[in-house]
């Protein structure tokens, strides 16, 4: 019952005659529920390999599964909606949109999957009380703080109940406490809600709290023990 699924999976950058080989032959899955840091060095391959995982790059070789469907083989739309219905998205940098309150934001991807106004208001609007937000429901990105701002992407992520979050250094461009408010935030979703986390991250003492590390380094996955991490 895998969330996500990796088989045989490779990318090699090519630009004119310029080839870049990433990794190859990475398998990877992601149970419901489970919760796996990516680390390794910069350079590594942590980004590509999370822009594979949310069909938002195409791999070279293998295919990457997410809730039993190949994403290479769905029409743009189709993967369009599976990512939007199955996935969830935090990245470093928030990404909301400036010209828009906390609440639109959030409510944004429930309005692009069709659900009616009324009912994308009230569930961005509980989401947004739950990290915290509810008295900056109509404050736009720039009047918010950074964790303020980092904690309606949160919400923003998980309002359409995704199956799995995909974060890449969902934390790194916070201040120690606040990274802490919001990566025990997205770990509490995770257990009510029983969300799954698969987390770029160079934060080791992060990478500690989840089920489970795995090392990208040399275009291999390595799981390393507790002992490791
Ligand atoms: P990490 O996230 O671990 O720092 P990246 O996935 O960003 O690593 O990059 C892995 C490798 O792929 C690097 O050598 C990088 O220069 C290269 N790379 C990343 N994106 C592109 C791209 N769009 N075109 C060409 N090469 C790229
Ligand atoms: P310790 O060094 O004993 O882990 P800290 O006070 O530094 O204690 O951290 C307290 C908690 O906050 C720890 O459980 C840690 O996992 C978490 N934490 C610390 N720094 C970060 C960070 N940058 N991002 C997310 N969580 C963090």
Known sequence: DAVIRCEKLGKTYAEGNLRTP??????LSVARGETVAIVGASG??????????????????????????SMSKLGDRARGELRNQALGFIYQFHHLLPEFTALENVMMPLLIAGRPVAQAAAKARGLLERVGLG???DHK?????????????VA???????ACVLGDEPTGNLDERTAATVFELMLELNREQGTSLVLVT?????ARRLDRT???TGGRLHPLTPDEV
């Open 22 to 27: 990433v990794f190859a032959d990475l398998e």
């Open 44 to 69: 590594a391959g942590k980004s590509t390999l999370l822009h594979l995982l949310g069909g938002l790059d195409a791999p070279t070789e293998g295919e990457v599964f997410v809730a039993g469907r």
């Open 135 to 137: 008295a900056r429901l």
């Open 141 to 153: 990105p720039g009047e918010l703080s950074g964790g303020e701002r980092q904690r309606a992407a």
């Open 156 to 162: 923003r992520a998980l309002v359409n109940d995704p």
């Open 202 to 206: 160079h934060d080791r003492r992060l």
């Open 214 to 216: 795995l090392e990208l």
